[in-house]
């Protein structure tokens, strides 16, 4: 029963050392002199990215295709270690027209088509990798379709 009373009297003790301790307010003020940064320093970017995955960086190109020009290819945007992933590909023609993607990696070429319609919206999920191109074209049997591809490049170990 003595352990039993050491114990609690050693308890009560260190309550009341914690309670007799004063409690410290702390208060921040920013002044016009030292505000919150909320713009990139000169000579910096303010980007977007993801938090959880800071390697991906989020991309979007718009374009019209037509009949005299039915064929679009541009360079990935992705450079060498990195890869550009088609996430999501958007159309809105002026007749019923068939839109195709192309992308190459190191497997090999891929062709992607998408339904015959005025408008189609389609979550994708296509690979471009580094210094190459991607190829949009479109059967325009009308006169135009707009086009709006996006997603993200990321880095990857070349090894």
Request: net charge neutral; with cysteine.
């Amino acid at each position: 029963m003595s352990n039993f009373k050491a114990l609690a009297a050693v308890v009560v003790l260190i309550a009341c050392t914690m309670l007799g301790q004063a409690q410290t307010k702390v208060v921040v003020t920013n002044t016009g002199t030292n505000p919150v940064p909320i713009a990139p320093a000169a000579g910096s970017e303010m980007g977007v990215s993801d938090v959880q995955n800071p390697a991906l960086n989020p991309f979007q190109k718009n374009f019209t295709i037509s009949g005299t020009t039915p064929t679009l290819t541009f360079s990935s945007p992705a450079t060498s270690g990195e890869r550009f992933v088609i996430e999501f590909v958007s159309a809105k023609c002026s007749d019923k027209d068939v839109v195709s993607v192309s992308t190459e990696i190191a497997a090999g070429t891929g062709k992607y088509y998408f339904p015959a319609g005025n408008a189609f919206s389609q979550q994708t999920r296509f690979y471009s990798d580094g210094e190459t191109s991607i190829t949009v074209k479109a059967t325009v049997s009308g006169n135009t379709c707009n086009v709006s591809v996006s997603g993200y490049i990321f880095k990857f170990a070349v090894g």
